[in-house]
């Protein structure tokens, strides 16, 4: 959507390596020690990240 609508820049490139790396971090802790409170706040943190793309996405395409 992004690509397509021509809204890619810096900040959206560098939330989605957050949330790649956020990811990571969770099959880290999911393949390891698997301790729930870590995983969820993993967990959490990616949703807000990707909430925060879409809520800008949305804010752009509202105000152009």
Same mark, same amino acid.
């Given at each position: 959507?992004?690509?397509?609508? *021509?809204?890619?820049?810096?900040?959206?490139?560098?939330?989605?390596?957050? !949330?790649?790396?956020?990811?990571?971090?969770? #099959?880290? =802790? *999911?393949?390891?020690?698997?301790t729930?409170?870590?995983?969820?706040?993993? !967990?959490?943190?990616?949703?807000?990240?990707? #909430?925060v =793309?879409?809520?800008?996405?949305?804010?752009?395409i509202?105000?152009?």
């Amino acid at each position: 959507i992004l690509y397509a609508g *021509h809204k890619v820049d810096g900040v959206y490139l560098v939330l989605s390596w957050v !949330f790649v790396a956020i990811r990571y971090g969770h #099959a880290y =802790i *999911h393949t390891t020690h698997n301790t729930l409170k870590h995983r969820r706040l993993a !967990f959490l943190f990616g949703c807000l990240v990707l #909430a925060v =793309i879409w809520l800008r996405l949305v804010w752009q395409i509202i105000s152009s």
